[in-house]
């Protein structure tokens, strides 16, 4: 069933149309314009939901299984909701993996810095992914096997200069466990340059497109990771978990985990991870 669909372009090519069109519809009139009942917290004030990930999420949600029939959706918003839901990653069934507003703080601040992710996964294996950034205008769009794009052009994430700082996006210390905090605290460290992340659909997207050496973060959750990690793999790149074994989108990985422009610079963050422990 994946393979057919993704053998014709015509069904990539209405994929697209559909995060754009979601985005378009519920996310972009929002933008600027949220009012303060839209706008809601759900663990804590640093993890926020607006109408827009919900309608844009139930949006997606419609669209995507019509292209698909007998496909399952797992959406941040439905999986808060629902924990359950969360399950379809490991069933039979092909599974959109939808984040429809990847940066909700940055998005409720009114600055440009999120995207919508999509991802299509099945048992456990991811197969294209949409990263669409709607006010900065850019669309990636990657496919196991066959290479990435933006805006149409090929990426080529490419190597570090010999002896280049490297520049990381970690997630930020202050959430995560200790054992974890020690970790990334190793990233504090000679010949690394790494910051707070923002979005993370954008930060794999600056490594895929070699503006960034690489990510470093300490959850899971498959939305927020399945585009990108795919994107940067496409793109030329490398990813992997503490334990030097690859992130699994259902879940129970050894985190931190790393994607990279290259190979040798994921080793490198692994390292220095492992060395912050």
């Known amino acids: ?54 309608l844009a ?43 429809p507003v990847d940066g909700t703080r940055q998005f ?16 456990g294996q991811v197969y294209a992914s949409w990263t669409y950034a709607p006010v900065l205008g850019e669309m990636a769009v990657a496919v196991r096997g066959r290479g990435a794009t933006l805006n149409g052009t090929p990426l080529h994430s490419g190597s570090p200069a010999p002896g280049a700082v490297l520049k990381v996006a970690m997630s930020h210390p202050d959430y995560t466990s200790d054992a974890q905090k020690r970790a990334l605290l190793g990233l504090r460290t000679e010949g690394i340059d790494a910051r707070a992340c923002g979005s993370a659909g954008l930060e794999y997207l600056a490594v895929a497109c070699g503006a960034q050496d ?37 879940g129970g990985n050894d985190l931190p985990f790393t994607a990279a422009r290259d190979r040798p610079t994921a080793d490198r963050i692994l390292s220095a991870l492992r060395a912050g422990l």
Request: proline fraction near 5%; aromatic fraction near 6%.
């Open 1 to 54: 069933m994946i393979d057919d669909f993704l053998a014709d372009n015509g069904n990539l090519t209405e994929v697209e149309a559909a995060v754009r069109a979601a985005a378009a519809a519920e996310i972009l009139p929002r933008y600027r314009q949220l009012a303060t009942h839209e706008i809601v917290e759900k663990s804590g004030p640093h993890d926020l939901v607006t109408a827009a990930d919900r």
């Open 214 to 250: 690489a990510v470093a973060f300490n959850w899971e959750f498959a939305w927020d990771h399945a585009a990108g990690l795919l994107l940067v793999a496409e793109a030329g790149g490398a990813e992997s978990t503490l334990t030097g074994v690859p992130y699994r989108i259902t």
């Open 108 to 123: 409720v601040h009114g600055e440009p810095g999120f995207c919508t992710l999509v991802a299509l996964a099945h048992h």
């Open 57 to 99: 999420e139930e949006h997606l949600t419609r669209s995507l299984t019509r292209l698909l029939p007998g496909s399952a959706v797992v959406g941040e918003e439905a999986v808060h909701a629902d924990p359950a839901v969360y399950d379809a990653l490991g069933g039979d069934a092909p599974v959109w993996i939808v984040d």
